[in-house]
């Protein structure tokens, strides 16, 4: 039975459009994912000097401040090839126009764009492809690409070539590559796609017969769907543990395919009320709802690309049916802010559609957040989205969602707090003592400001007016949205997005 009702579906969007604003929540997920793979977000084509490259980098960071997102899920390793200095995978040839082609001057993007990430109180979540080597057949690799170093590895499929999932030490290969990443970037995830085994091709068998023979595990050859199914859950399940076993605080995140499966190809978990062609289960082999039960992965990202009252794949229906299996993780929706501009029907040429999927989103319980692909077509700015963002949707800042099974513990307040200033006391200055720094896991404050000075609802989003990671405030530099004389409130944020109890007032006139 489907969920949507054309004529409700319209009321409940004016409910929720109109009471957005007081709605808005405190902690919600809002990422962007930004693509390097062919160019398509950044950069703007290969082979650019650092400095515009640089330039391009904050011009999109800038934005997604100014627009309140929090999290950037950003391409490092589209294609066998790396956006980041790696002892392993080659430098990108989108980086620098030649695969293994070092950047100038000692340049690391994934680096800078850590630190400017964390400046701006938002995330970095390092998004990988682990199978996929190669976008065409005519990809020269670098003498340092895993194809060249172990050929035996690969499979052409299409005009695609790929890491073979079957063999055991493709598994330990990409263990080791992620394991290199978070011990030399202070990234807050690593997060995976919906590309695992490819999507199929009308009348073309995937090329693993090899691999199956030598490494069946006792599947027979009637069994090779679920001993491919298997494979992806090997690797999952692994990197899971040499995730949390090198960096317990990094995320673990995986944005599938909008269908696990149809409700008529599941007895055991009944799939979503859908028809569509393609599901994760039977054509990707990635059986996500396993991971997310086992606890293996920290979030899903599911890529509901449809509309509202899609005849086959309805959003609200896959909504509802992926926020019923959370698993106590956490689920945010993925949304296809690129068919604004390249999708079919009315539906997407109606600029209600996507801010309509976000309020929706917002109401079901379990749903903790949104992401948008991609970056490129923010920028485009179909149907003034941009404003949309700024004054409907996400109007206020918010924190990350926390991850109580990684740390739930509240971070230690500092031991003082002033007021200071040159001639007029607009400063902030938190201190802690010698014997009692900050945690390892600090990461900044959170100002919220009251027209009382007895006390400051920090559960209201209203009240928030920043977050912080410098360790002196200047008031003057804080949009305020009110004047006159205000008190303020300072919280202590941890990496973990734990908050300390308020600490105040502190009373400022604002002009």
């Not at 977000?41 to 515009?52: H, Q, R």
Request: net charge positive; proline share 7%; charged share 25%.
């Amino acid at each position: 039975m489907k969920l949507h009702r054309p004529i409700c579906l319209f009321l409940l969007f004016i409910f929720f459009y109109y009471s957005s604003q007081s709605q808005s929540p405190k902690r919600e997920f809002r990422g962007m994912w930004i693509a390097t793979v062919n160019n398509i977000d950044w950069p703007s084509k290969p082979g650019l000097p650092v400095d515009k490259q640089k330039e391009e980098l904050l011009s999109i960071l800038n934005t997604l401040e100014a627009l309140h997102f929090n999290a950037v899920i950003f391409q490092v390793r589209p294609a066998g090839d790396a956006f980041y200095r790696s002892a392993t995978e080659p430098w990108s040839l989108w980086l620098t126009g030649t695969q293994g082609k070092a950047p100038q001057n000692g340049w690391d993007p994934l680096h800078f764009i850590i630190n400017e990430c964390h400046s701006r109180g938002m995330e970095l979540h390092a998004w990988m492809n682990p199978f996929r080597i190669s976008q065409n057949l005519t990809t020269e690799y670098a003498p340092r690409n895993i194809a060249r170093r172990h050929p035996e590895w690969v499979l052409t499929y299409g005009n695609k070539q790929y890491l073979d999932p079957g063999i055991p030490a493709v598994r330990t290969y990409l263990n080791n590559v992620v394991s290199e990443l978070i011990r030399k970037y202070d990234v807050d995830a690593i997060h995976f796609d919906d590309y695992f085994y490819p999507y199929p091709i009308a009348g073309e068998a995937f090329p693993d017969t090899l691999s199956f023979k030598k490494y069946n595990r006792d599947f027979s050859e009637n069994q090779i769907k679920e001993w491919r199914r298997e494979n992806v859950d090997l690797i999952i399940e692994s990197l899971n543990t040499t995730i949390k076993r090198t960096k317990p605080r990094v995320k673990f995140g995986i944005s599938p395919f909008g269908v696990w499966k149809n409700y008529n190809e599941d007895d055991e978990i009944a799939g979503s009320v859908t028809t569509a062609g393609t599901t994760n289960y039977d054509n990707l082999y990635a059986d996500v709802i396993n991971w997310q039960r086992k606890g293996w992965i920290d979030y899903l990202i599911p890529q509901i690309y449809w509309e509202i009252g899609h005849p086959a794949v309805d959003y609200i229906t896959l909504a509802n049916w992926w926020s019923e299996r959370s698993y106590g993780r956490h689920m945010y929706i993925g949304h296809a802010l690129y068919k604004l501009i390249d999708g079919r029907g009315d539906a997407w040429r109606n600029p209600q559609e996507l801010p309509e999927q976000v309020l929706i989103a917002r109401s079901i319980n379990k749903i903790e957040g949104s992401a948008f692909f991609r970056m490129d077509y923010l920028e485009r700015d179909p149907h003034q989205i941009q404003k949309r963002f700024r004054e409907d949707i996400y109007q206020q800042i918010a924190l990350l969602p926390t991850m109580p099974w990684i740390d739930n513990k509240p971070p230690r307040q500092p031991e003082k707090i002033k007021r200071k200033g040159f001639f007029k006391k607009t400063d902030l200055k938190m201190k802690y003592t010698k014997n009692a720094p900050p945690s390892a896991d600090h990461l900044g404050y959170v100002l919220y400001y009251s027209t009382s000075k007895e006390n400051v609802d920090i559960t209201d989003t209203k009240n928030m007016v920043s977050i912080s990671q410098k360790n002196i405030i200047d008031i003057n530099e804080i949009d305020m949205p009110v004047s006159g004389k205000v008190y303020l409130w300072v919280t202590t944020l941890d990496k973990h997005h734990n908050e300390s109890a308020p600490q105040g007032p502190y009373k400022f006139k604002i002009k």
